[in-house]
Structure formats: C-alpha cells, structure tokens
C-alpha cells in the first residue's frame, strides 16, 4: 500500500525521535567535574553488559533504531524483515532538510575500513548530518561504542556504499523522506 508523503513524514519522525528516546536509556549522565573526593567514590561509566561484546552490540543495534535507517524496509515493515544477515547495509532512500540530502551509509562496508578507536572518535565528535541521532552516540560510553563496533564488524561487509549527500539547494534523483516541518492546513 502506497504512503503519502505526510504519512511518510511523520513515520520519520517517529523513527527519529523513537530512536532518541530508547538511546537515551543507554547514556551516561553528564556532569560536571567531579571533586577528588568525588572522584575516589565515583561509579564506573554505565554500559551494557551481556555474553559477549556482539551480543551487547546487538542489543544496542537494535534498541537504538540503527536499522530503522540503515537497513533497507526494517522500519516500514516494523522490524518484520530483512534477516540479521542483512541487517545495516545501507540505503538509498535519503533523508532532506536545510543540511541537504543525507543517505544512510552502509555501516557494514564502512566499519571494515576504520579501526574502533577511529569509530570512538566519531561517536564522540558526533558532527554529521540529520537525522543521524549523534547526541546519543555522545552520550554512550566507550564500552558500549565498542560493543556496537565489534557486532557491525562481525557482521563482514555486503551491499553497496551509501549514494553521496547532496548539498542545499541539489535535487535529489533518488526517493528521500523530507525533514522539514509543515504547517496545517486553513480551514
């Protein structure tokens, strides 16, 4: 059954904000600089712990809607399909707004080409463009960065690289989901 376009709009934005809000159950506090004594009372970093770091990573995959963008039909049919070995390759529908046209990349191809310190540094300058959730992925701790890194790397690379973003102002020649707030109609 065909979406219009407002119906399409609003399941990305749910999507977006959905995903924020499970990730935010995954963050560390922030805080301020902890005084010494502090310091020597303070808890460890929050992260998720399970079996193994896949398993973690997994979790974390799939809690922080990572496939609601970056797999192909996840979101559109509720998780039902694709598979996990298809999971996180990419998509050429983009999403559009002020910053552009973003499409979501293939994490699988793109992990197999930077190390999980490099990954780290990423999540942590969290600068790139919408609707990625990059506060989240600044707010998780390094452990769970890395659990999320070795799953997706465990993964091994399939698909095709993500189609390059567009600039403001460039038409896509592609589907895209538009970001950009619309008032309601006058009655």
Known sequence: MPMHSSNITAHAAFILVSSLLAMQGCSEPVSAE???AAAATAMPAIHVTAQSQIDAGRYLVEI???NDCHTPGFAMTNGASPAEPEWLAGDAVGFSGPWGVSYPANLRLSFQNMTEEEFIAIGR??????PMPWPSLKAMSDQDLSAI???IRSLGPKGEPAPAPLSPGVAPDRPHIPFIPQMPAKS
Do not use: E, L
């Open 34 to 36: 902890p005084t010494p």
């Open 64 to 66: 922080g809607g990572c």
């Open 125 to 130: 300058a969290g600068q790139g463009r919408p």
């Open 149 to 151: 890194y070795v799953y």
